[in-house]
């Protein structure tokens, strides 16, 4: 393995933990399925670009491709946003119509570009789908550029992210302004969706999100524990996605990520269950058993003193 392919392993598993670490409280926020809709909302953008330059009405290159892929995305957002004011949309339902038409979108004009000009269609599903060999070292610093900066951010913020995710009703009468926490989770997540395309792949990214935060969540009893297992299981995904793309295999780097994680997450739930195997046994012969209250509520109080805002009251 060459240097420039331990160079892209390298960023490649940089970004799987910002997005593991991003996806806790992505998921404690209930964004995950908004994402959703914004990574097949991306996939219109995507192929317009392509239909386009089919047409001669520009050149493809990497940065039309993201444009138009974070364009149809930033349009999605607002959508939803804007249905979820109406009084009888459900959230559930203003992203389920959104992602649906999206993803329709983008499928007819994929359709219409085969048409057009097949020959443009070719290294698109890369961007769908990803492809870590078909990388450049600027996107792959762009990877790591990413995961330093949304890595410092979540440093940076931990305590009105964690009561954001935890109690933002307290947050909110204690000043913290809750409207810039949940623009900051969608921006970062934007972000990781925009240097994502040509790795990862739009379908595939909310896997990158939501799976190693769920691995974190379905083990950790505290949130710094959640935090750095979520980031190491989207690191390893990564790394072992990347090398087997990177072996001439042809697999798609983006399914094959989300297949570790489904395997990693399946060992986590195995090793679960033989832990509360173990605290029933114990429970049995007199020992005192542990908590048995849900995470979320574990998680608040023993981070409670970490994430009181300066000048606040308990």
Known sequence: MSLIDLLLLFALASFGAASGALGVFLTLRGRTLVVDAMSHAALPGIALVGLMAGLGLLARSGFALVTGALAFAGLAAVMILGLRRHPRVSEDSAMALVLSSFFGLGVMLFGWLQLVDSS????LTSFALGQ??????????????????VTAVIWAGYRGLCLLVFDADYAATTGWPLARLDALLMGLATLLLAVGLR?????????????????????????????????ASGALACLVGGTISLKGTQAPTGPTIILTLAALFALVLAARALRQAGTGAGRQSGKPARDPRG????????????????????
Do not use: H, N, Y
């Open 295 to 314: 995470l979320a509520r574990r998680l608040v109080r023993a981070s409670a003193d970490k994430i009181k805002p300066e000048g606040g009251q308990a």
């Open 199 to 231: 790795s990862v792949g739009a379908i595939m990214l909310l896997g990158l999100v939501a799976g190693p935060a769920l691995i974190g969540l379905a083990w950790a009893k505290r949130m710094p524990q959640a935090l750095g297992l979520a980031a």
């Open 132 to 149: 870590v060999a078909t990388m450049s070292l600027s996107e792959a610093w762009s990877l790591l550029a990413v995961a330093v900066l």
């Open 120 to 123: 443009q269609s070719l290294g």
